[in-house]
């Protein structure tokens, strides 16, 4: 068995290593609740931050009434984390590997991508008036950058 050992290239020792290390380290960083990212936030928390502020926003309108807004998302939240790549050539073989960069013990966050907005259903009481059924509309698509098509207004 040593003499196997022996045989592997010193290199291909290394990028194994390395290899079993970024398993443990993004196991490590990336356990935890569903789709929570490093920072902390979910996605979950992200749609009921928008949808309680989006509320909040259309009930102003005037003669809008009360107002609930349910937002569906396509993914959750996604974290781009800083990567060290690394490239080994041994002649006719090229390895490449890539390990996160830490600071402190925590990945260096580069940017978060947040959910893509499939659908919106907005209920207020004054949506049978067709002006402010246009008003709702018009400002849901602006404030969350949606097309209308995306988006249902119904009556109360």
């Known amino acids: 068995m040593f003499d196997k050992l022996k045989k592997i290239k010193f290199e291909y020792l290394i990028v194994g290593a390395l290899i079993i290390a970024v398993v443990i380290v993004a196991a490590m960083t990336f356990s935890g609740k569903g789709e929570e990212n490093a920072s902390g936030g979910s ?3 992200y749609i009921s931050g928008l949808e309680i502020k989006l509320s909040e926003t259309l009930s102003k309108i005037e ?3 009360q107002v609930s807004v ?3 998302a396509k993914t959750g939240v996604t974290t781009e984390i ?3 790549k690394k490239t080994v050539s041994d002649g006719e073989k090229v390895t490449s590997t890539s390990t996160p960069v830490l600071v402190g013990g925590k990945p260096i966050i580069l940017r978060e991508i947040y ?3 499939i659908g919106v259903v907005i209920v207020a009481k004054g949506a049978g008036n067709i002006t402010v059924k246009m008003s709702l509309l018009d400002a849901a698509t602006t404030a969350l950058g949606i097309s209308a098509d995306k988006i249902q207004i119904l009556n109360q």
């Open 70 to 72: 349910v937002i569906t």
């Open 82 to 84: 800083a990567e060290d």
């Open 43 to 45: 996605s979950t928390d």
């Open 63 to 65: 003669g809008a009434g």
């Open 115 to 117: 959910p893509e907005i």
